[in-house]
């Protein structure tokens, strides 16, 4: 019973040492990626055409459906509007939104594929019907990690969301009116990853609720940033 008990413990602490490590992984991935914008654009536009190659390497070789395979070659043509204004991202834009609808319906449709082994209906009674040849696990595991997820996930720790705003030049306010002079400051834009925005959020939130209960485990709370 106790060696039950422990078990428990430790498939739970070992999920969440998983989660906690692959947390940590997408925050230093994204990091990264902010410093290397334009490498990493160029990085996603090749993987989306190297994947949309494959598509059709696996449509003329090894007799992918058609439609399917069209379908998801016509996503990733979506996917790839993501990358016009990389690494800037609006939450509510079409494109991301749709992008976001086609990951599910891709993902739903390709396991649908993988997993029917219904036999059609004008060969239930052939004996000499011979069954189409099912995937491997680790063909259809393969299959999805590059065609389906890489690119979505990718693009979700590349992306980035809620600008912010810094001033280029020193230069001020007119001085006659409160409207901006010729030579009034410019400004950039400055990438806030997206899987960071998500990850922040979550520690926000830990924090809070931590603090309702009397626990103080936010480090930096107090302290006077600069």
Same mark, same amino acid.
């Given at each position: 019973?106790?060696?039950?008990? *422990?078990?428990?413990?430790? &498939?739970?602490?070992?999920?969440?040492?998983? !989660?906690?490590?692959?947390?940590?992984?997408?925050?230093?991935?994204? /990091?990264? +990626?902010? /410093? #290397?914008?334009?490498?990493?654009?160029?990085?996603? =536009?090749? %993987?989306?055409?190297?994947?949309?190659?494959?598509?059709? *390497?696996?449509?003329?070789?090894? @007799?992918?459906?058609?439609?399917?395979?069209?379908?998801?070659?016509?996503?990733?043509?979506?996917?790839?509007?993501?990358?016009? #204004?990389?690494?800037?991202?609006?939450?509510?834009?079409? $494109?991301?939104?749709?992008?976001?609808?086609?990951?599910?319906?891709? #993902?739903?449709?390709?396991?649908?594929?993988?997993?029917? &082994? /219904? +036999?059609?209906?004008?060969?239930?009674?052939?004996? =000499?019907?011979?069954?189409?040849?099912?995937? @491997?696990? !680790?063909?259809? %595991?393969?299959?999805?990690?590059?065609?389906?997820?890489?690119?979505?996930?990718?693009?979700?720790? @590349? *992306?980035?969301?809620?600008? =912010? +705003?810094?001033? $280029?030049? &020193?230069?001020?306010? @007119?001085?006659?009116?409160? /409207?901006?002079?010729?030579?009034?400051?410019?400004?950039?834009?400055?990438?806030?990853?997206?899987?960071?925005? +998500?990850?922040?959020?979550?520690?926000?939130?830990?924090?809070? $609720?931590?603090?309702?209960?009397?626990?103080?485990?936010?480090?930096?709370?107090?302290?006077?940033?600069?």
């Amino acid at each position: 019973m106790i060696l039950q008990a *422990l078990s428990y413990a430790g &498939t739970l602490l070992g999920f969440l040492f998983l !989660t906690l490590s692959i947390a940590a992984g997408l925050y230093y991935i994204s /990091e990264l +990626v902010e /410093e #290397h914008s334009e490498p990493t654009k160029r990085f996603l =536009n090749r %993987a989306i055409y190297a994947i949309i190659v494959l598509y059709l *390497l696996l449509l003329v070789l090894d @007799s992918f459906p058609f439609k399917l395979s069209v379908f998801s070659i016509l996503s990733y043509v979506v996917y790839l509007q993501n990358l016009k #204004h990389f690494p800037f991202i609006s939450l509510t834009s079409p $494109t991301f939104i749709a992008s976001c609808f086609l990951v599910g319906i891709n #993902h739903y449709l390709w396991f649908k594929h993988f997993n029917d &082994t /219904e +036999v059609p209906p004008q060969f239930r009674y052939d004996p =000499n019907y011979i069954p189409r040849r099912r995937a @491997s696990f !680790t063909e259809v %595991a393969s299959f999805f990690g590059i065609c389906v997820w890489f690119v979505p996930f990718a693009l979700f720790v @590349s *992306l980035s969301a809620g600008d =912010n +705003v810094l001033p $280029t030049t &020193t230069a001020g306010y @007119s001085k006659k009116s409160d /409207e901006l002079s010729d030579d009034s400051p410019r400004f950039r834009k400055k990438a806030t990853g997206l899987v960071r925005v +998500v990850i922040d959020s979550i520690r926000a939130y830990f924090y809070s $609720t931590a603090r309702v209960f009397g626990y103080e485990v936010d480090p930096s709370r107090g302290r006077l940033v600069v």
